[in-house]
């Protein structure tokens, strides 16, 4: 997913740069860490005979899109990002794996979908936290909402929390969300995490979604674990990329940031590094 | 006694032997069962998109099918890889050169290695297995040698794969000598191929899993210098074609770009040693990260106090000659 290009609309508070190759590339690395997580692209039991048409919402370079394409080829799949860049490299890696059942197309979240009403069987959304602002959340839910058959569903993912004996890995989770709480994301009281989760649920039946059922997925990424490796890379590059925006906002300095980066660093090879990440979906149904 | 299944016919009768199956076929492809019973009688034969997708469906029979697809279909029918349209297939999309280079000029240097090399095996690989028959590729870098000393190994710095190599997200990190593929690759400067690893063609020593059936290496050059070598491998037999040769020496060409002008050595400049088994390396490497925060430990106590990058590099010298060491003592022992 990408932040959006036009300033104008966000007060120039871009979280990550959306046309930054690291950041394509961290973001393809977490979609298969995630979904090979979470057991495949759709919620576990989750009866799929039915769909035919599912939108990816703020779709990146396309990692969800085109693996739901491939394992279900009769199922058209699309996906939406307001980045130019990124929905161009989607379409081509759907050219050159030959998936001719993935579309991606340029759309502005913070706007109305031109979409007609009642288009896709299924909308599904991850990471969002860092694009939404708090205030979008609600109007962005009624347009899916709008759009979603009616029996079809809607899927959120976000990242919520951090838990970890690393003293300067902790650090450097409240000080990234001390900051998106500064720009206007996000809901937390404090900075020990996002506060979105909890509200999804909310702001799903506000927008008329029904049977509404969170579900969680922990993520351990202690030393020791299989993913320890990739996820803990993964995590760093997040925390290299966001320090522009961390030292824009005033929250920390570029030399306090290098030394919490090295130290949680250092924190992450050691054999006694203990993280959990917690994965919140949310889904919901229109009736 | 039981008849094993001798043709694809035969094998995908078989998979759809039930009714709950034969009602998944039909709805993931959109065909009727007539189409479908056709198809396992022999009256008729699948278009291309359909092949595919019926590949997608059964991954655990993938191999089996599609070699006898293979013979049945040769000369007129290659699961779409070959002859649906030979520009896209054996070209990188114009596309994605433009992508590579913006990300270039956009990537600060110190993630420039990282982001460039990983953002072209991304593309590499849905390019080159867009099936996912199952695909690894690699890069293998010249390990920077002490002042003074020549190159002895390479190193996988980076890597990725499809089903059975899904967990590389992670680059093994192990070295290379002259023993092996990628350093044959990087000595020659000429890529290579083994068409056929159960065949026993392997006329050169290579490290790889009991999955690899095909490998190709091809060296990363720039002015007759050579970085290292991009590596792939295949679970298919017979997998990399001419047309697929062309296109991963395209994709290495551009996998140069992820390089400083300073990974390149010239051939006087590298020396190759002997590398000992994946299995021992993995043994050395065990406390990798651990070794590197007592360097950094120490390099503090004694007011040297040195960066990540650099700790780093001294532990992978120390490995670089504990492992050359081993070799060196297993070849005495052999010889013995």
């Not at chain 2, 065909?31 to 997708?53: D, E, F, K, M």
């Not at chain 2, 026993?200 to 095909?214: D, K, L, W």
């Not at chain 2, 002997?274 to 007592?294: A, E, G, L, W």
């Not at chain 2, 106090?305 to 700790?311: C, D, G, W, Y």
């Amino acid at each position: 997913m990408s932040a959006p290009h036009n300033p104008s609309q966000q007060g120039n508070l871009y979280i990550i740069d959306a046309g930054s190759g690291p950041e394509w590339v961290r973001q393809m690395d977490m979609n298969q860490l995630i979904t090979r997580q979470m057991g495949g692209p759709f919620p576990q039991h989750h009866d799929v005979s039915h769909i035919s048409r599912v939108l990816d919402l703020a779709c990146g370079p396309g990692g969800w899109v085109l693996d739901v394409a491939f394992a279900y080829p009769s199922i058209e799949v699309v996906g939406i990002d307001i980045s130019e860049a990124v929905i161009r490299y989607g379409q081509s890696r759907a050219k050159v794996q030959r998936l001719d059942n993935a579309y991606f197309h340029i759309m502005d979240l913070l706007q109305p979908f031109d979409i007609p009403d009642d288009s896709f069987d299924v909308i599904n959304a991850r990471f969002l936290s860092s694009l939404l602002p708090a205030s979008c959340w609600l109007a962005l839910l009624q347009e899916c909402h709008r759009i979603t058959r009616p029996g079809g569903s809607i899927y959120i993912t976000e990242m919520e929390l951090n838990l970890t004996n690393g003293s300067a890995s902790g650090q450097l989770f409240e000080v990234y969300t001390q900051a998106i709480k500064l720009a206007g994301y996000g809901f937390s009281p404090n900075r020990v995490h996002l506060g979105l989760t909890p509200m999804l649920a909310h702001f799903l039946h506000e927008a008329c979604y029904q049977d509404i059922t969170p579900q969680a997925h922990l993520i351990d990424f202690s030393t020791g674990t299989k993913v320890h490796e990739a996820f803990s890379e993964n995590l760093r590059l997040l925390y290299q990329l966001i320090q522009p925006f961390i030292i824009k906002m005033g929250v920390a300095t570029a030399e306090e940031l290098n030394l919490l980066h090295e130290q949680a660093t250092l924190e992450m090879f050691a054999d006694d590094f203990c993280a959990w990440n917690l994965l919140i979906s949310v889904f919901g149904t229109k009736p | 006694m039981k008849v094993e299944p001798q043709n694809w016919r035969e094998i995908l009768g078989e998979l759809v032997s039930t009714p709950q199956e034969k009602e998944r076929v039909t709805n993931e492809l959109g065909i009727t069962s007539i189409t479908l019973s056709r198809w396992i009688a022999g009256v008729s034969i699948p278009r291309v998109q359909n092949v595919r997708h019926l590949l997608r469906l059964f991954p655990e029979h993938r191999e089996a099918l599609s070699q006898s697809m293979r013979k049945e279909f040769s000369g007129f029918l290659d699961f779409g890889s070959e002859e649906t349209s030979p520009s896209e297939i054996e070209n990188i999309p114009a596309n994605f050169y433009t992508s590579v280079l913006e990300a270039f000029r956009a990537t600060p240097s110190s993630l420039r290695f990282w982001s460039i090399a990983k953002f072209i095996l991304y593309q590499a690989l849905e390019h080159l297995d867009p099936s996912r028959l199952g695909m690894d590729i690699i890069v293998a870098k010249c390990t920077s040698p002490r002042p003074g000393q020549k190159v002895r190994s390479l190193r996988e710095t980076i890597g990725l794969g499809t089903s059975p190599w899904l967990d590389s997200l992670e680059a093994k990190g192990i070295f290379y000598g002259i023993e092996s593929f990628a350093g044959y690759a990087v000595y020659t400067r000429h890529s290579l191929i083994m068409r056929n690893l159960t065949h026993n063609e392997i006329y050169v020593p290579v490290q790889h899993t009991e999955s690899t059936a095909s490998v190709v290496a091809c060296p990363i050059l720039r002015a007759g210098c050579v970085a290292g070598c991009v590596m792939a491998s295949s679970t298919q037999s017979g997998y990399f074609v001419p047309s697929k040769l062309a296109l991963i020496e395209k994709y290495t060409d551009l996998m140069s770009l992820a390089f400083a002008d300073s990974d390149f050595y010239s051939l006087e400049d590298i020396e190759l040693g002997t590398m000992p088994s994946y299995q021992i390396q993995m043994k050395h490497f065990s406390d990798f990260r651990q070794r590197i925060v007592n360097v950094m430990k120490q390099a503090t106590m004694s007011k040297h106090p040195m960066t990540l990058v650099e700790a780093e590099q001294r532990v992978l010298h120390d490995l670089e000659d504990e492992l050359l060491q081993v070799s060196n003592v297993e070849e005495t022992s052999t010889s013995i």
